[in-house]
């Protein structure tokens, strides 16, 4: 088959990366007979210095005419002090909001040859653990209404969360679907006690369940999550949440499993068309040193063939290469333990390939 695949590298190590996961992708393509044909447009900083915005129209485009999206990561001290509208991060929300993207489906897992890298108490982690965050990518209080204003104690600053029913409806049907292939459990994770749009959150992720056989749901507060995330993680199988705290324990997650170099991510709407990205940031001290670790962007090159594609084979030949390389003691600065030999980005890439 043939695909036509858009690539954002970005900023920072996402150059790097999107070229190592290019690389495994070519590979899988002469492997199992299929053409990918990469097209390169810009955003984030890299955007701003070519075009003067982080997000030009030509790149919106692109990426609505591709067959799927792949993204390294935005971002830099070098864009820090620009105003709001022309951040490298209202690219990469521009572009998720341009494509539809609503749900953001983050993986994170143990691999056993990491186990020693957790900074979890071994037996906290005995029975692994093997989570998936959905998190809800166009909504709440990253697009609510924001802004300036002279408040009651002077000059203050305002954000807004708000949630539709349809937004809460088509998020939670995309975390019981992903459950029913699942264990079928899914925890919700809101702040019910407090806010408003937590309250409805509740309401409707249990009326959308009754809908879905053999899937069951279970409220946890988000600070209680963010406690039971490094309590008992091996508890967690399906998370559904909002964008904002689905950010934040997605980054928490990260930790446990070691790096947060090794989570990939997609971002899916109604189509197959997705974009598919690290969960990591850009991470400019680390551009250009070889230190980069391409897996998370490895991964989410699987995870476009799985999700945008439905090439199974070829996305288990990916995953399978990534735990053969981390089972025979390959590993990037991020992962490595105490004396082991360290691979830059593109030995690790080299690794990998060697095993598809
Ligand atoms: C992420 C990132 C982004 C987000 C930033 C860069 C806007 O942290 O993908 O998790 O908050 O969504
Ligand atoms: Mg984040």
Request: hydrophobic letters at 40%; aromatic letters at 6%.
């Amino acid at each position: 088959m043939e695909y036509n695949i858009a690539l954002l590298k970005g900023d920072g190590i996402g150059p790097e990366i999107v070229d190592s996961a290019v690389a495994v992708l070519e590979k899988v393509a002469e492997k199992f007979g299929h053409t990918f044909r990469f097209t390169e447009y810009l955003i984030g900083g890299a955007a701003i210095d070519a075009t003067g915005v982080p997000l030009p129209q030509e790149t919106v485009d692109g990426c609505l005419a591709a067959d799927s999206v792949l993204l390294g990561a935005v971002g830099g001290p070098k864009w820090d002090t620009l105003p709001a509208q022309l951040r490298p991060e209202k690219g990469l929300l521009g572009i998720r909001a341009a494509m539809g993207l609503y749900t953001n489906l983050r993986p994170a897992k143990l691999y056993p040859a990491l186990a020693g890298k957790c900074p979890l108490r071994a037996d906290l982690v005995a029975n692994g653990f093997d989570m998936l965050i959905v998190r809800e990518l166009t909504g709440g209080i990253y697009f609510g209404d924001r802004g300036r204003r002279e408040g009651q104690y002077g000059p203050e600053a305002y954000d807004t969360e708000a949630y539709s029913v349809m937004e809460i409806e088509r998020i939670c049907r995309v975390a019981m679907s992903a459950a029913q292939k699942r264990t079928g459990k899914v925890i919700s994770v809101d702040k019910a006690n407090v806010l408003e749009t937590s309250r409805l959150w509740r309401e409707i992720v249990h009326r959308v369940a009754e809908e879905y056989e053999g899937v069951t749901v279970e409220d946890m507060l988000v600070d209680n999550t963010a406690q039971q995330l490094v309590r008992n993680p091996s508890q967690f199988d399906v998370l559904v949440t909002t964008n904002m705290f689905g950010d934040i324990l997605s980054d928490e997650a990260s930790q446990i499993t070691g790096s947060i170099g090794m989570l990939p991510s997609a971002s899916l709407g109604d189509s197959t068309r997705g974009l598919f990205e690290p969960i990591h940031g850009s991470a400019p001290k680390y551009t250009g040193t070889g230190k980069a670790n391409p897996i998370a962007t490895v991964l989410s090159g699987a995870m476009m063939l799985r999700y945008s594609f439905d090439l199974k084979a070829e996305a288990d030949a990916i995953e399978a290469a990534v735990d053969r390389a981390l089972n025979d003691g390959c590993r990037t600065n991020d992962i490595a333990g105490p004396g082991d030999p360290v691979l830059t980005c593109g030995g690790m890439t080299e690794a990998i390939l060697a095993r598809i």
